[in-house]
């Protein structure tokens, strides 16, 4: 599998929070003097989170202070050693095409100031060492003690870079590993809360009031997030919400033995984590193939656009009730951005699956909704039922619907 819009590429925040795990919060508490918190501290949480997970607490846990400039540093050098520079370029470029970014975005660097600004903690799962901010707040430390800790205690009974690193390559598994990881520990975090008060998760009233939340809530401590692309903050926050909704699920299903059987076995898709039932019928979609490059075209990068991405896509330009109503029809769907080798210029091939025909003609409508909000100029030269065809300043494309799939092809230097 090739990689795509997910963390097996690039993927924004996320490859960096594979290594370097950032709980997120909607608000901040008033602003106290930073402290460390005593070992006590530490072993009492780890037994409170191995008593909800049956995971073993194999060693102590160093830990220390660390300043905004240091985090800052720290994310640089990660990207440093994690990343390449063409791997950059192909992500960025990428949403690019398909309009999830603006033409002058800088990924890299809305990437680094995306996690200085939200890093209150974080557990370095290579150096196996909890780092705290010496600006964070009491409400915020405590929180994020709670989250880092149940990162350490699963790493130390199933390691999660191995985890996360064995599907590098298939973005819609490295989603879903990372969505394990992260829904996990959010999950945690509320329910250790919730038992501290005396009440659980399993209690579906008590689920719905610590749960229930908006993913994309803005917050003016917080004004990088805020001002990010949607797709941004929509794929930075899905690991922490639906991932701890699809923990949710998971523990009222198999209970204490939930929590390593995710580690067994894994969900395999953002749609596996949107939709828990998918994930325990084992339903999984293959990508459709696509049409090979044209002469003097090479692939320049490839990959699959999922549940998530395809929602966040009709969110940004058409609707999200569409994008709700669509989102969990779609079976499958594949990308490619092809470079020509004199010009260098990028076009996109992009097919979907949807579960009929039905479906496939409402995607089909909407994507040509998606064609006209994301260029400026659009001149229509042919139209049907099943064919949009026309010229932007990207350059020319054509859609196309056959029975349950769409294909679009854009940015060609000549009609196609």
Known sequence: MSRGLNPGGYRGALVIIALLSVPLYSSAAPATSPKLPSVEEINSILKELADVTGF???????????????????????????????????????LKKFGFAPPGFDLKQTTIDLLTEQAAAFYDFKR??????????????????IHELAHALADQNFPI?????????????????????????????VEVAARRAGRTLADPQTARQYLSSNDDSQDA?????????????????????????FQEAIFLHDG??????????????????????LYFGKVAFDDPPLPKPLKHSKPFVSGELGELETRILLEQYVSP???????????????????????????????????????????????KEVLRKKWKTVDVTGQTTDRYAGKSEDGYFVVTRDGSKVLSEEGFERPL
């Open 161 to 189: 870079q191995r985890f996360l690193g064995k599907v590098s390559e298939d973005g819609e598994e490295s989603l879903a590993r990372q969505a394990v990881v992260e829904g996990q520990a959010s999950w945690l975090m």
């Open 56 to 94: 073993r607490i194999r060693k102590e846990l160093p830990f220390a202070l660390i300043t905004r400039e240091q985090v800052n540093k720290y994310i640089k050098e990660q990207i440093k050693e994690s990343v390449k520079p063409e791997e950059v370029r192909a992500e960025e470029a990428t």
């Open 221 to 245: 401590d917080y004004p990088v997030f805020n001002n990010a692309p949607l797709y941004l903050r929509r794929t930075l926050t899905f690991p922490y919400t639906d991932g701890g909704r």
């Open 321 to 367: 009730e569409l994008a709700d109503t669509l989102g969990p029809k779609l079976k499958g769907s594949g990308y490619r951005v092809d470079e020509t080798k004199q010009s260098h210029r990028l076009t996109l091939i992009y097919e979907s699956e949807w579960s009929d025909a039905d479906a496939a003609a409402k995607f089909f409508d909407a994507y």
């Open 128 to 145: 196996k060492k909890l780092f705290i901010s010496d600006w964070a707040t009491v409400n915020m430390r405590d929180a994020a003690l």
């Open 256 to 277: 204490k033995l939930g929590f390593a059987e995710l580690f067994r076995n894994p969900p395999a898709s953002s749609a596996q984590i949107l939709h828990p039932q």
